[in-house]
C-alpha cells in the first residue's frame, strides 16, 4: 500500500511539472576578439588592433566592456543599414541610453558610425576621458537636447575603415558638458553637418559605442533604444485633440499652432481614400495621390508636422508643397503612427495651397496620414 501511494505520488508531482509553462533564459555572452553579429534586434561589434579586451552582451541594446592595454577599441550596439538609403530617407534616428561609464585615459562615449558614397565616419560625443576629441577649431556649434555641442571636421588619410584602407573624412558633434544618459536626437545633428556643406552618404551603421585608445576602463550601457521614424528631440511635439474642429483656412498665430486633419483635406489622385486604422486618417496608394487645402499665413517660416505610417515596414515618403513649390519630405520607418517635422520652413504668405503627396512610390509602401500641425 506503502508503494503504491508513493508512485501516486511521483505521478502527481510528474504531471503538475509538464503542466508548467516552458521559461526561457537567455544567457549573456561575452566575447574578447573581433567580432559582429546581430542579438535581440541589434547590430554588435567589438573591434580593436591590440591589447585586452571583454564584451558582454546582454538584452536589447545594452551590453558592457572592458579594456586594457589597447591601441584602439571600439565596444559598440546599434543598427546596420544596407547602404542604399540617405538619413532623409531612413526617417529621423534618435537613441535614449544610460551608462555606467568609467575611463582610465583617453575614451569616448558616444553615438558612431558610418555613411558611403561618400565616406563618412561620424562621432556624437556625449562624454570622453583624460582628453576631449577631437581638437582643433570649432565649425559651428548645434544647441539640441538640453545641451550645446562643438562641430568638428578632420580627415584620416590611409586609415582602417569598413571599406579596408582608405583615406575619409570625420564629422564630430561633441558635447561641451558631459553626460552619460539622455536622449541623442542624431538626424538633428545630421542636419546640422549638412547645413555646414559636410556632405553624408548612404548610411551604414548608427551605434551607441564606448571607444578606448590607448587606454584602460569599464563601461556598463544599462539602457539603449534607437528609434528610426518620428520627429528629433528638439522637433515639437503635438498632442491629438480628437474633439477640436479643424479649421482649413485658420491663421496660424506665433506661438500657437493649427492642426488639419488629413481627412477634412480635399482628396485628389487615382487611389486616395479614407482608412480607419492605425488611425481615422488618409491613405496615399501611389504616385500623385495627395490631399490638399488652402491655409493663410500672415508670415513667412513656420515649422510643419505631420502624422503618419507606412502601411508595413519599408519607409513611406510623402512631399510637403506649398504653393506648388516642394518644400521638404516628410519620412515613415514603418507601420507604428509616428510624427515627423520639417522646422523653418520658408514660404509665400497670404492664401497658400498645401498639398502632401507621394511622389516616388514603387509599388513596396503606401503612406498613411493622420494630420498635419503648423506651428
Known amino acids: 500500500m506503502k508503494q503504491k501511494r508513493m508512485r501516486l505520488f511521483l505521478v502527481i508531482i510528474i504531471c503538475f511539472m509538464l503542466a508548467l509553462p516552458a521559461v526561457s533564459v537567455n544567457a549573456a555572452t561575452t566575447i574578447t576578439s573581433n567580432q559582429s553579429g546581430t542579438q535581440d534586434g541589434y547590430y554588435y561589434e567589438l573591434w580593436k588592433d591590440s591589447g585586452a579586451t571583454s564584451m558582454t ?10 579594456w586594457s592595454n589597447i591601441g584602439n577599441a571600439l565596444f559598440r550596439k546599434g543598427k546596420k543599414f544596407d547602404e542604399t538609403q540617405t538619413h532623409q530617407q531612413i526617417g529621423n534616428i534618435t537613441v535614449n541610453y544610460s551608462a555606467n561609464y568609467q575611463p582610465n585615459g583617453n575614451s569616448y562615449l558616444c553615438v558612431y558610425g558610418w555613411t558611403v558614397d561618400p565616406l563618412i565616419e561620424y562621432y556624437i560625443v556625449d562624454s570622453w576621458g583624460s582628453w576631449r576629441p577631437p581638437g582643433g577649431t570649432s565649425k559651428g556649434t ?31 558633434s561633441v558635447r ?12 538633428e ?10 556632405s553624408m552618404g548612404k548610411m551604414y551603421e548608427t551605434s551607441l559605442t564606448v571607444e578606448g585608445y590607448q587606454s584602460s576602463g569599464t563601461a556598463t550601457v544599462t539602457s539603449n533604444t534607437i528609434t528610426i521614424g518620428g520627429s528629433g528631440g528638439t522637433n515639437p511635439t503635438p498632442t491629438p485633440n480628437p474633439t477640436s474642429t479643424p479649421n482649413p483656412t485658420s491663421t496660424p498665430n506665433p506661438g500657437t ?24 486618417g488618409v491613405a496615399l496608394y501611389a504616385n500623385n495621390d495627395l490631399v490638399k487645402y488652402t491655409q493663410n499665413f500672415t508670415t513667412g517660416t513656420h515649422n510643419f508636422s505631420l502624422r503618419g ?67
Open 57 to 66: 552582451l546582454d538584452s536589447g541594446g545594452t551590453f558592457s566592456a572592458q
Open 189 to 198: 545633428h545630421f542636419n546640422a553637418w549638412e547645413s555646414r556643406g559636410m
Open 257 to 280: 499652432s493649427t492642426k488639419i486633419e488629413a481627412e477634412n483635406m480635399t482628396k485628389s489622385g487615382q487611389y486616395t481614400s479614407n482608412l480607419s486604422s492605425p488611425f481615422c
Open 142 to 172: 548645434i544647441t539640441v537636447d538640453g545641451g550645446t555641442y562643438d562641430i568638428y571636421e578632420t580627415t584620416r588619410v590611409n586609415q582602417p575603415s569598413i571599406k579596408g584602407t582608405a583615406t575619409f573624412k570625420q564629422y564630430w
Open 176 to 187: 561641451t558638458t558631459k553626460r552619460t544618459s539622455g536622449t541623442i536626437s542624431v538626424s
Open 309 to 375: 505610417a507606412s502601411n508595413n515596414s519599408n519607409i513611406a515618403r510623402v512631399d510637403l508643397k506649398i504653393g506648388g513649390v516642394t518644400k521638404g519630405i516628410f519620412y515613415f520607418g514603418g507601420s507604428s503612427p509616428a510624427v515627423y517635422t520639417l522646422n523653418n520652413v520658408s514660404h509665400g504668405t497670404g492664401n497658400q495651397e498645401i498639398q502632401l503627396v507621394v511622389t516616388a512610390d514603387n509599388g513596396t509602401w503606401d503612406a498613411y496620414l493622420d494630420y498635419l500641425e503648423i506651428q
